[in-house]
Nanobody, 118 residues
Framework: QVQPVESGGGLVQSGGSLRLSCAASGSFFSIGTMGWYRQAPGKQRELVATIISGGSTVYADSVKGRFTISRDNAKSTVYLQMDSLKPEDTAVYYC????????????WGQGTQVTVSS
């Protein structure tokens, strides 16, 4: 599996929006699951959203209704549209793939920093 490359993070005010991108490839992207994870300072990495090869999506309760995960197979890219951002969304965001939801098996990239100011 190729190491994913995340981008699109930045500094935004509470209530704002950002769109993250993850350039990925390999079997996880094609026939497995791809997920967005985040890690805030002093906290464990947590699963935010997952998209399964058939197109089904799964979200953490904390982001339901605010975040949307999608994929562009032609570009081998997974996106995370984040709306109505809150200060508690501040974290480094990563993408990773696997065969099951919440069980990442690929390499971790450098992530992209998202900072939400109040």
């Amino acid at each position: 599996q190729v190491q994913p490359v995340e981008s699109g993070g930045g500094l935004v005010q509470s209530g704002g929006s950002l769109r993250l991108s993850c350039a990925a490839s390999g079997s996880f992207f094609s026939i497995g699951t791809m997920g967005w994870y985040r890690q805030a300072p002093g906290k464990q990495r947590e699963l935010v959203a997952t998209i399964i090869s058939g197109g089904s999506t799964v979200y953490a309760d904390s982001v339901k209704g605010r975040f949307t995960i999608s994929r562009d197979n032609a570009k081998s890219t997974v996106y995370l549209q984040m709306d109505s951002l809150k200060p508690e969304d501040t974290a480094v965001y990563y993408c990773n793939g696997g065969w099951r939801v919440g069980a990442p098996l690929g390499s971790w990239g450098q992530g992209t920093q998202v900072t939400v100011s109040s």
